[in-house]
């Protein structure tokens, strides 16, 4: 139980590389992507950094605050600072449980993509249709997801019960390093295609012909989600800084590399989809229909394609990590549970749940809560409902709430260092952050269209 209250991040750059890993997910590789194509390629992008700007950073640094300041887990956190305001940190708690519902079934598919692969057997199918086909047998079959579903979970409860210096810190350490090999290597690759290029000017060219009001709001929402604010994976992480940790270079730090991941990803995607003559709109459907059909007209498209989805692994399993994190400090510190025996519950409970989702895609499918699958229900609970409500009352929460001292001291390190905008960070989480967040909050459930 002293592990988890006690650890601490080696220095700055563990710190930035162990945040950079919550932020950095399937959302920024694929997600990013296909929402950037539906909303203009490279207007999109300089709406989306403006909107990291104008809400990350602020509630980026909030949640640092409330991490680095308590040195506790999220419940115990909010309810340190404020025994009212402790529901939300059950919100963090309760999303991270629910995400890692779903989360885990479609890393589970990466996994499975990886293998075939590895086989070659994902050479057999030459054509998004096949490809489709091929996916929807593969997801709904009763067996096959729930197994690499199950293997993933135990990926992630290994480096959980390493601890947070020995597991979390140096899988971070390890795998964000490889994460940005991959990328480049694959947007090196992407690039020299024939008419590659072309999907580098849709994605650095901005047509701001094609902006609508949806636009700024997609943006806003795939900024906030792929920080991963709201999920109490921040405050967790934060909670093992160093009294020596800069919040505010390790925030800018976080931001940046958090981007550059997205970026990154786009100049690996759309060259492909453009050197094949394929619509940047393909949707969800871009990473696990679409591209492996275009792997399959390179040279060494199973090496390729093996390539892309261990970078996706890899990207799955930082925020699978984090997620879990958060349950087991939260069992640890809160319930007083051996952090491995914590650990054990929370995989055991997780990947029941997951398994569960994975089933309702297929032999579970008449199941349905308010019309949807289990699986669709957890991932619309928690990107329409708890993450944005989660992400407004934490702005509200530090601009209102939060002892102003505490938060300039925290983000000028006690005076040491120059805290020379904290007039406009406390008016950004007092009224645009709550504001621009509520908007995704009522726009998603439907309150309101565009």
Aim: aromatic share 12%; proline share 3%.
């Amino acid at each position: 139980m002293g592990e988890n209250k006690r650890a601490t991040l080696g220095g700055r750059l563990s710190a930035v590389l162990v945040a950079a890993g919550s932020a950095v997910g399937l959302g920024n590789i694929w997600r990013f992507p296909y929402i950037a194509g539906e909303n203009g390629g490279g207007a999109f992008l300089v709406i989306y950094i403006g909107c990291i700007l104008l809400l990350g950073v602020p509630v980026l640094l909030a949640e640092f605050t409330v991490g680095r300041h308590t040195h506790k887990n999220s419940v115990g956190a909010y309810r340190l600072l404020s025994k009212k305001w402790s529901f939300l940190g059950y919100n963090s708690v309760i999303s991270s449980l629910l995400i890692l519902g779903f989360y885990f079934v479609v890393s589970g598919w990466t996994l499975e993509y990886f293998t075939s692969s590895i086989t070659g057997a994902i050479s057999e199918y030459s054509s998004s249709v096949v490809n489709a086909e091929r996916f929807a047998d593969f997801t709904t079959d009763p067996v096959r997801p729930v197994i690499f579903t199950v293997i993933f979970a135990l990926l992630t409860h290994v480096v959980i019960a390493l601890g947070v210096q020995k597991g979390i810190e140096r899988s971070s350490k390890l795998m964000m390093p490889i994460l940005f090999v991959m990328l480049v290597v694959l947007a090196i690759r992407s690039i020299t295609m024939p008419n590659g290029l072309e999907g580098l000017k849709f994605l650095f060219t901005p047509d701001f012909s094609k902006v609508t009001a949806k636009t700024f709001l997609d943006a806003m929402g795939q900024a906030f989600f792929s920080l991963s604010i709201g999920l109490g994976c921040m405050i967790t992480y934060s909670s093992y800084f160093n009294d020596k940790t800069n919040l505010q270079n390790t925030a800018y730090n976080v931001v940046i590399l958090d981007t550059l991941v997205a970026v990154l990803a786009g100049a690996m995607i759309f060259p492909a989809v453009f050197s094949v003559g394929i619509e940047p709109t393909s949707g969800p459907s871009l990473v696990f229909v679409t591209l492996p059909s275009i792997f399959n007209t390179m040279t060494f498209g199973s090496l390729w394609s093996a390539i892309f989805f261990l970078l996706l692994i890899l990207a799955a399993l930082t925020s699978t990590i984090s997620l879990h994190e958060v349950l087991t400090v939260y069992l640890n510190e809160e319930w007083g549970i051996s952090r491995k025996h914590a650990a054990r519950c929370v995989t055991l409970v997780t990947t029941l749940l997951a398994s569960a989702s994975s089933l309702s895609l297929g032999v579970w499918g008449d199941f349905k809560i308010c019309g949807l699958n289990l699986f669709d229900s957890l991932d619309f609970v928690t990107a329409n409902i708890l993450l944005p409500l989660g992400g407004c009352l934490t702005s509200i929460f530090a601009g209102w709430v939060l002892n102003k001292q505490i938060l300039r001291d925290e983000i000028s390190d006690h005076g040491r260092l120059k805290a020379r905008l904290f007039g406009l960070l406390v008016v950004l989480l007092r009224y645009v952050c709550p504001t621009l967040l509520l908007s995704i909050f009522l726009y998603n459930l439907g309150l309101f269209t565009l």
